[in-house]
């Protein structure tokens, strides 16, 4: 039993199961829900940063949209934990942004929510969904119309 008397609420906080191989939906969104990525200049930072996290084999990186508060990046998972993969593309991101604006602390919001996708799952609808966020937004009439998402099929 875990000290804090309320059972698995410690654990959950403190980690997650991250599997290499394993498709997952991470989703991570700007502290106070600031809409710092409808700069497109901002926005092509944090992008930097995920192809980045692909290049160097951390993730396999399946599609990904950057809403102008939040994102959304479906990966299959490689040799890195999903917390760390998560501070490595927060921290990194949060810094080039900063430094942008000629600012300095937090930009996201703590943590972030993972969904491990199972295996029956169509992983190609899941990218359409992820894609189909700007639209289901209103921002956009088409998903070809917005800058800032990107899916492995195309």
Same mark, same amino acid.
């Given at each position: 039993?875990?000290?804090? $008397?309320?059972?698995?609420?410690?654990?959950?906080?403190? $980690?997650?199961?991250?599997?290499?191989?394993? !498709?997952?939906?991470?989703?991570?969104?700007?502290? $106070?829900?600031?809409?710092?990525?409808?700069?497109?200049?901002?926005?092509?930072?944090?992008?930097?940063?995920?192809?980045?996290?692909?290049?160097?084999?951390?993730?396999?990186?399946?599609?990904?949209?950057?809403?102008?508060?939040?994102?959304?990046?479906?990966?299959?998972?490689?040799?890195?934990?999903?917390?760390?993969?998560?501070?490595?593309?927060?921290?990194?991101?949060?810094?080039? !942004?900063?430094?942008?604006?000629?600012?300095?602390?937090?930009?996201?919001?703590? $943590?972030?929510?993972?969904?491990? @996708?199972?295996?029956?799952?169509?992983?190609?609808?899941?990218?359409?969904?992820? !894609?189909?966020?700007? !639209?289901?937004?209103? @921002?956009?009439?088409?998903?070809?119309?917005?800058?800032?998402?990107?899916?492995?099929?195309?």
């Amino acid at each position: 039993m875990l000290l804090s $008397g309320k059972p698995h609420a410690d654990a959950l906080r403190r $980690g997650r199961f991250s599997e290499p191989t394993r !498709i997952y939906l991470l989703t991570s969104v700007l502290l $106070g829900r600031e809409a710092l990525f409808k700069d497109l200049t901002l926005g092509r930072l944090l992008v930097a940063e995920l192809r980045e996290a692909h290049e160097l084999g951390l993730v396999h990186s399946l599609a990904w949209v950057v809403m102008p508060d939040h994102l959304h990046w479906l990966v299959q998972l490689e040799r890195t934990p999903l917390n760390e993969l998560m501070r490595r593309v927060k921290g990194r991101s949060a810094r080039q !942004i900063n430094q942008r604006l000629s600012r300095s602390g937090a930009l996201w919001q703590h $943590g972030f929510h993972d969904r491990a @996708l199972r295996q029956e799952e169509d992983v190609r609808a899941v990218a359409r969904y992820v !894609i189909a966020n700007p !639209i289901r937004a209103g @921002l956009v009439r088409r998903v070809a119309d917005y800058p800032l998402w990107d899916a492995v099929w195309l």
